[in-house]
């Protein structure tokens, strides 16, 4: 972290669908100027000007201009803030200047990145840089795969305190959902596959649950790929479209954390199949919103996710657990969950050293305590 920087968290993208989402929350929630010092950032001073009159905030509202292409703005704002909350994707094609900027100088990130592949190649490029710099590189910190990840650090910090231990096994369960996607969800799942066409090889990393651990692959993972029957929860589960970025955050978590759930743990997620209802995001296909477009306001309040967690002892004793969100996964929830990740990795996570981490790793349940005092998340047992 940059200790004495002017700002707890500078918001790059603030222009664009889900950077004005972050913005707003932290105007309507911690004012400007007050106790969390924030700034709106982006590469237009007269965009940036122009959302912050649309969001009604104030006219001191601290803005600077920053381009991923000038690497001489972006090392200029990063001097400036203690964490750079950036919604500038697809990262894998925006992203690294900022990054590299980050590690080098010992400013905290974070992102709400999906994209494995770009988060593999920033674990092996910055990890060691981030360590010496004592920056902290977070991705990940929004529905990608906070609900999930804390979820399975929840459920097992549940299953030490009512079976006596942690628990080899959890099963994560999406059993209910309803959102859009925004058109930057879209634009990273294309570059996504565009990277895999252009590189064959990461198709590879893509299906290897492990892809986010260097040094360490731990055993077979159930697949989660086809419809089945799950007996706690009496419905039958099938694919869920996140467990392929999500799996790899919960294990990396595990890796980082010192393996506290076992070398020989297991994960999968799956989502509970509805006759007739569909069980992923609206949004995908042709008729994907371009960047910068996303769900109304309306359709962001009315959303809301449900997910269930069952930990496994080795001897069949089990516990659930339950994430809850109030509004719409993608945005009206990735918004706030994001603003407090930031806002609790240099609040409460100060000490905590540098190196790229996963949300849960680095900040655990001071950060289920902040997301339920103000983010609409429940993080609840339910046996």
Same mark, same amino acid.
């Given at each position: 972290?940059?200790?004495?920087?002017?700002?707890?968290?500078?918001?790059?993208?603030?222009?664009?669908?889900?950077?004005?989402?972050?913005?707003?929350?932290?105007? /309507?929630?911690?004012?400007?100027?007050?106790?969390?010092?924030?700034?709106?950032?982006?590469?237009?001073?007269?965009?940036?000007?122009?959302?912050?009159?649309?969001?009604?905030?104030?006219?001191?509202?601290?803005?600077?201009?920053?381009?991923?292409?000038?690497?001489?703005?972006?090392?200029?704002?990063?001097?400036?803030?203690?964490?750079?909350?950036?919604?500038?994707?697809?990262?894998?094609?925006?992203?690294?200047?900022?990054?590299?900027?980050?590690?080098?100088?010992?400013?905290?990130?974070?992102?709400?990145?999906?994209?494995?592949?770009?988060?593999?190649?920033?674990?092996?490029?910055?990890?060691? /840089?981030?360590?010496?710099?004592?920056?902290?590189?977070?991705?990940?910190?929004?529905?990608?795969?906070?609900?999930?990840?804390?979820?399975?650090?929840?459920?097992?910090?549940?299953?030490?305190?009512?079976?006596?231990?942690?628990?080899?096994?959890?099963?994560?369960?999406?059993?209910?959902?309803?959102?859009?996607?925004?058109?930057?969800?879209?634009?990273?799942?294309?570059?996504?596959?565009?990277?895999?066409?252009?590189?064959?090889?990461?198709?590879?990393?893509?299906?290897?649950?492990?892809?986010?651990?260097?040094?360490?692959?731990?055993?077979? /993972?159930?697949?989660?790929?086809?419809?089945?029957?799950?007996?706690?929860?009496?419905?039958?589960?099938?694919?869920?479209?996140?467990?392929?970025?999500?799996?790899?955050?919960?294990?990396?978590?595990?890796?980082?954390?010192?393996?506290?759930?076992?070398?020989?743990?297991?994960?999968?997620?799956?989502?509970?199949?509805?006759?007739?209802?569909?069980?992923?995001?609206?949004?995908?296909?042709?008729?994907?919103?371009?960047?910068?477009?996303?769900?109304?306001?309306?359709?962001?309040?009315?959303?809301?996710?449900?997910?269930?967690?069952?930990?496994?002892?080795?001897?069949?004793?089990?516990?659930?657990?339950?994430?809850?969100?109030?509004?719409?996964?993608?945005?009206?929830?990735?918004?706030?969950?994001?603003?407090?990740?930031?806002?609790?990795?240099?609040?409460?996570?100060?000490?905590?050293?540098?190196?790229?981490?996963?949300?849960?790793?680095?900040?655990?349940?001071?950060?289920?305590?902040?997301? /339920?005092?103000?983010?609409?998340?429940?993080?609840?047992?339910?046996?």
């Amino acid at each position: 972290m940059n200790p004495n920087a002017e700002f707890d968290l500078i918001v790059y993208g603030s222009t664009g669908y889900t950077g004005r989402l972050v913005a707003e929350y932290l105007g /309507q929630r911690y004012g400007v100027g007050g106790d969390v010092k924030w700034a709106m950032a982006g590469r237009s001073r007269a965009k940036l000007e122009e959302v912050r009159d649309l969001l009604a905030l104030p006219a001191e509202t601290p803005l600077i201009v920053a381009d991923a292409d000038d690497a001489q703005s972006v090392a200029a704002m990063v001097a400036r803030g203690k964490a750079i909350v950036t919604t500038v994707g697809p990262y894998q094609l925006y992203g690294e200047s900022l990054v590299a900027a980050c590690a080098k100088a010992g400013t905290d990130y974070l992102d709400l990145c999906g994209e494995p592949n770009w988060m593999a190649h920033v674990i092996a490029t910055y990890d060691a /840089q981030a360590k010496a710099s004592g920056a902290r590189i977070v991705h990940s910190a929004g529905f990608d795969s906070i609900p999930f990840e804390l979820g399975v650090f929840f459920a097992e910090e549940t299953a030490k305190a009512k079976l006596g231990s942690y628990v080899p096994r959890v099963k994560g369960r999406l059993r209910a959902m309803s959102g859009g996607l925004s058109g930057g969800t879209a634009a990273s799942g294309a570059a996504t596959m565009a990277a895999i066409q252009k590189d064959p090889s990461l198709l590879a990393l893509m299906m290897n649950p492990f892809a986010l651990t260097p040094g360490f692959t731990g055993p077979a /993972q159930p697949p989660g790929n086809a419809v089945e029957h799950d007996e706690d929860l009496g419905v039958d589960v099938g694919p869920f479209m996140m467990a392929a970025i999500n799996t790899k955050n919960v294990h990396r978590s595990n890796a980082l954390m010192g393996h506290p759930w076992g070398t020989d743990f297991q994960y999968d997620e799956m989502s509970v199949v509805v006759p007739g209802a569909p069980t992923e995001f609206t949004g995908m296909g042709p008729d994907a919103p371009k960047p910068g477009e996303g769900p109304s306001k309306a359709e962001r309040e009315a959303g809301f996710y449900d997910v269930a967690f069952i930990g496994v002892a080795a001897d069949g004793r089990k516990v659930k657990v339950s994430v809850k969100g109030d509004r719409d996964p993608g945005y009206g929830s990735t918004s706030k969950m994001l603003a407090e990740a930031a806002i609790c990795l240099v609040r409460d996570a100060k000490t905590a050293p540098g190196g790229v981490w996963t949300p849960g790793a680095v900040m655990g349940g001071k950060l289920i305590d902040r997301l /339920q005092a103000n983010a609409g998340l429940t993080f609840a047992v339910e046996g």
